[in-house]
């Protein structure tokens, strides 16, 4: 195979995702994620208990023009102006407008709180309290005091409240908003007071009602908030269109009390359809008020014109008319009328004109003006216009000039008014013709009249005036007829469709099965995310894969932990799992030692990346399982810089190698015997200052020639070669080398110097030994104690009952802990 494809081979292996990996990764932190899933769920079950129930209520109304069949032209001039399909942006400005929301908050007088003690907060116990306070706007209530009201019985309360410590309390008068300061030397108020009574004192006047079934014993507070702010919280109702093209809108509320959701959004629509009938009536009252000035006057006038032809016809002794008289007095009467009717026409018109010409605001046509407007054209502009320009005066100031809905009513203002304008001067130029041609039949009349007597003439004339204000007079009185019955008759344009009703809504927050599944799935995820970022930042060797895929050299065998209290882990413990997996790793290395031109000694050399990864327990046990076979071993302690073989064997480093390098000692006088059955050591001894140069000595070349010679095994424990130089050059002694890797502490990238060395064959005989190998660990699934690769491990839960069990320290409950989060090994 090329080396091409050994490395494309190489890099598609390390690139290959395990997914089995991972799953049983994952399952290896299984009690973080039950602890996890625990507290999620119970800080979830604290949330649905802790969080304010948040409630959703609505209504439905429609908005459509609602013609009352009472009226004529002329009258549904006056009091049937809008439309619902013009106003519904308008009605939805309203609604959410703080005039409106004043006069509801107001009449319903929301700014009162009942509370009651809950769990976790006073609760809004609105509509749920056996009493109702009803305040007088015009006095003065304590102002954002919490007062305390505990029912005695079936008819008595107690009120109760501490007063500022300061002497000083804050009075609010509802009527206009105003505070005003309450100083007083009292401590405490607590008085008894009877339901269904007035409740009056120095800081607060009201009338407290019972209000549903009283249970004695039971505390309730209520407290008088800002008016301002009250109302600003209602200025939310969320409005919407139930179909498209249909005038009909749901009104929906988000709040913590489904008793004032239903009184608001219900008194809400009941404020709007007042308003809009008080609205329409409006023009209308002023008609009837125009009315009753004029009639009043035409009645004194019929009166003293009756009275004047009476006393005419007494005086002159002229009680009827001739047959001609009659005839022409009949005539004149009926043209003199319609020549009058039409100057009054063309006035209005004139009078009409001017209003529309010198104003832009169309809220007040003249009542006069509006009143003799027969011709439906104008009618129906004005009605339209009258209805747009209350619209306009309605929005003005809720909303910017550059709103959709602001910019379309002034636009169908001006297209009414130049609509009303162009009919104005059309009907204008028909009243005149009709004028010319009536006046030339009455000169004709009042020519053959000339004729008369003049006793009769001056009695036509009085008659004819009579008639005219008989006219007047039966003209005003049907229209005020007309006028009282539509005002009356007057309907608003909004209907109420489904009111808002209490039917048992659950909350829409929070929602328990909801925040449960979130807390479920957060109790999963935020360990899963953990796992991936701790998976992704861990820069240690953990499993046997970590290495292989890395680097070139071979694996030779894996070690468990050892819980001993020292290093001589096979000496002590001889059944234990550690112990036999340096017996394995002693077969397996017969196969790695090169062939040494028949000498019968073989050197191994131990050496590690950094300090710390078990080089020097490895090295002595190493030694003993050779020992132990029978061989003659010798240990030496070669790392000059930081010696710690001495330790496990009780004995001093004051005499060692260091001594027979620099010719103070002999090689007898610097071995020593150990406990162990043909092992001898060879300890470091004191800490010279120049290691280096004593290691490349020709005594050290000397030393390990005269071992070879008496020994069979020598094992050599050298210093870290990622630190220092120094067994590097020791590698020259050795028949074999084995590398250690410490499971969880080495990193990845610290073999890369020795690795780099075996490509380039400047090492050869070298293997990596994997220290303190876990069982816990589930990154070695399938590997389990050297399962499947004769790395002498022992077979896991299968060797039970040929190893001693390896009995741990007790873990602290910190310990456990730390160790649902500590990365597994």
Known sequence: MSKDNVNYKSSEQENSFD?????????????????????????????????????????????????????????????????????????????????????????????????????????????????????????????????????????????????????????????DNTTLNYPTDEAKFSKDFSLNSEVVTPFFNFHIS????????????????????????????????????????????????????????????????????????RYALKTITHIDSLFNVETKSLQQIQQDIGDYKKKNGIYNLSTQGTDLSSGSKSLDTDIRKLDENLDNLNTLETYLRSNTVYDDIPVPAALGMDDPKISSAINSLIG????????????????????????????NVDIILENINNLRTLYRKTRISTKKRLDEFNEKLSRLPEKEQELIKLDRNYSYSEFNYNYLKQKKYEAEIAAKATVSDIKVIDTALDLGQGPIYPKPSFN?????????????????????????????????????????????????????????????????????????????FRNNDGK?????????????????????????????????????????????????????????????????????????KSKVPNLDIILSGPIPPNPSELLLSDNCNNLIEKLQKEYDYIVIDTPPVGLVSDALELFKYADAICYIIRQGYTQKGMMKMIDDKYINKEVSNISYLLN??????????????????????????????????????????????????????
Do not use: C
């Open 19 to 175: 997914v089995k990996y991972y799953i049983f990764k994952a399952l290896s932190y299984w009690q973080l994620f039950l602890v996890t899933i625990i507290i999620a769920l119970i800080v979830a079950r604290f949330m649905n208990g802790y969080k304010p129930k948040l409630y959703s209520l609505s209504t439905m109304i429609s908005v459509k023009e609602e013609t009352n069949p009472l009226f004529n032209t002329g009258t549904n001039l006056t009091f049937n102006w809008g439309g619902a399909s013009d106003l519904l942006e308008t009605i939805k400005i309203t609604l959410n407008s703080r005039s409106h929301n004043e006069k509801v908050v107001s009449e319903l007088q929301f700014y009162i709180n009942y509370l009651k003690d809950g769990r976790y907060r006073l609760e809004d116990v609105y509509g749920k309290t056996p009493f109702r306070i009803k305040i007088d706007t015009n006095s003065y209530q304590l102002y954002g005091k919490l007062v305390k009201v505990e029912t005695i019985d079936n008819n008595k309360v107690r009120i109760s409240f501490d007063f500022n410590e300061s002497g000083n309390n804050t009075l609010i008068r509802y009527s």
């Open 210 to 281: 019972s209000f549903g079934r009283v249970n004695p014993g039971e505390v309730y507070f209520f407290q008088f908030n800002n008016f301002a702010g009250t109302v600003g919280g209602y200025r939310g109702i969320r409005i919407t269109n139930v179909t498209t093209g249909a005038s009909v809108m749901s009104l929906q509320m988000q709040g913590y009390n489904k008793s004032r959701l239903v009184d608001y959004l219900n008194n809400s629509v009941r404020v709007l359809q007042r308003d809009k009938v008080i609205e329409k009536k």
């Open 388 to 415: 747009k320009s209350t619209a306009r005066k309605q929005i003005e100031g809720l909303v910017n000039p550059s709103h959709p809905s602001y910019v379309n009513i002034v636009k169908d203002i001006k297209i």
């Open 516 to 592: 449960y599944l979130v807390a479920l799935m957060l109790g999963v995820i935020f360990p899963l995310f953990y796992i991936i970022i701790r998976e992704l930042l861990d820069n240690k060797i953990n499993t046997l894969d970590d290495i292989e895929k890395k680097y070139k050299i071979p694996v030779l065998g894996v070690i468990g932990r050892n819980t001993g209290i020292n290093n001589l882990a096979v000496f002590d413990r001889p059944k234990s799992s550690v112990a036999e997996s340096f017996r394995a790793i002693r077969s397996n290395i017969q196969f790695l």
């Open 600 to 672: 019968k000694s073989k050197t191994l050399v131990l050496t590690s990346s950094v300090s710390g990864e078990g080089k020097t327990m490895v090295s002595i046990n190493m030694a003993t399982v050779f020992a132990l076979s029978g061989k003659k071993t010798v240990l030496i302690g070669l790392d000059l810089r930081k010696p710690k073989i001495y330790n496990d064997f009780d004995l001093k480093n004051e005499v060692g190698i260091v001594n027979y390098l620099i010719n103070q000692k002999s090689l007898d006088e610097v071995i020593t």
């Open 772 to 825: 303190d190998f876990t069982v816990k660990s589930n990154y070695g699934y399938g590997y389990g104690y050297g399962y499947g690769y004769g790395y002498g491990y022992g077979y896991g839960k299968y060797g039970n009952g040929y190893h001693e069990e390896e009995q741990e320290k007790p873990k602290t409950l910190l310990s456990r802990v730390i160790g649902l989060i500590k990365p597994k090994r």
